[in-house]
């Protein structure tokens, strides 16, 4: 019991500190990312090609005056960024990082937790992170803020349905299992999810796209409009937790696209791969290389996060609102409709 209880602290440390991690190189990526499309260098002053970066912006957001106006409703105004990255981080709770490894004859999984209902668990916190920029655009008392608010919150529960409704295709495709883990485990069997369900992962990437407010989605923070939208008043590491729990928003949401539509931390002829090379079920070596591969999915869809920011312009209030209720939730309804009828026709589902 001990050892489990400290493996799984273990894993909780890894997976906190994965996640900080990369969202803090997520930042230095980004820039560098846009400037190759850019045609320019991007920061390269901060230590050996610029890596160093992120440390030196972490650290002018700790060492910066804070400043929480007087007009302003000071519990709610600390609590709306906690709130945002303490659901930023949970998210991760449910995600199988890799194969189970087998120390000492017994098993121990890459999952911090495998709950029989791990998509609603992931559906319901990211529901939740909505109110971390709600509390904080209100509790500003700024009217910029509270119109970033407002926006944040119709954009994602517009999304959220859509998104919904693809996931619940993809879980009738996965026979009706709500475990991450062992909707990842089918698709080492068979094909990926992407075979199946491709206008349901594109409905759930356009959603991504929308939930996580990343362009051209980002109303709520609009510069040109909104000063700064829903943190305008924040400054120090209340604004580092929105900006930096917006970065693990996309880490995580990567890596759950990579779980339900690309096989996870499978991959194309994994076990004629691991027998060629002897290795056995449960070997570590075997969670490592499946994480890597999982890994390699999530940085491809970061990038393709990134690239698309620096590629579209931001979108129109109305025209976000068409694409979310006119267009992405009746395709959704379709997909679901398509989804259940084959099912039906394959002998998995009866009425």
């Not at 260098?41 to 002018?60: C, I, N, S, Y």
């Not at 909505?130 to 509270?146: F, P, R, T």
């Not at 930096?244 to 928003?249: K, R, S, T, V």
Request: hydrophobic share 50%.
């Amino acid at each position: 019991m001990i050892a489990f209880v400290i493996y799984k602290f273990i894993l909780c440390a890894i997976v906190f500190g994965v996640s900080l991690g990369v969202a803090a190189y997520s930042t230095l990526w980004e820039r560098k990312f846009s400037a190759i499309l850019q045609d320019r260098v991007g920061p390269d002053k901060a230590g050996p090609w610029g890596l160093l970066q992120p440390l030196a912006d972490g650290g002018k957001m700790f060492f910066k005056e804070e400043i929480i106006p007087t007009v302003s409703n000071k519990f709610l105004f600390i609590l709306g960024p906690s709130l945002f990255m303490l659901t930023a981080l949970m998210t991760g709770a449910v995600i199988p990082w890799g194969a189970d490894l087998v120390i000492g004859g017994k098993t121990y999984s890459a999952q911090i937790t495998d709950i029989n209902i791990g998509v609603l668990y992931l559906l319901g916190v990211v529901s939740v992170g909505v109110y971390g920029v709600m509390i904080g655009g209100w509790a500003s008392n700024n009217k910029y803020a509270l119109l970033g608010a407002i926006r944040a919150s119709s954009q994602m529960i517009s999304y959220e349905i859509a998104m919904g409704i693809s996931v619940i295709a993809l879980v009738v495709t996965a026979g009706g299992t709500l475990s991450l883990r062992e909707i990842v485990q089918q698709q080492d069997a068979g094909f990926a999810n992407i075979v199946y369900q491709p206008l349901g992962f594109l409905i759930f990437f356009i959603c991504a796209l929308a939930e996580t407010n990343r362009a051209p989605f980002d109303l709520p923070e609009c510069e040109s409009e909104l000063v700064g939208g829903y943190h305008t008043e924040y400054s120090s590491m209340k604004l580092g937790l929105f900006l930096f729990a917006e970065y693990i928003n996309m880490f995580i949401s990567s890596a759950i696209m990579a779980a339900f539509y690309f096989g996870g931390y499978n991959f194309p002829f994994a076990a004629e791969f691991y027998n060629a090379i002897g290795l056995e079920a449960g070997s570590i070596w075997i969670t490592l290389i499946g994480f890597g591969a999982f890994f390699t999915k999530i940085v491809i869809f970061i990038c393709v996060f990134m690239w698309i920011r620096w590629t579209l312009p931001r979108f129109r209030y109305d025209q976000l609102m068409d694409l979310g209720w006119r267009i992405l939730i009746p395709l959704s309804l379709l997909n679901l409709a398509i989804t259940v009828g084959v099912e039906y026709l394959r002998g998995n589902i009866n009425f």
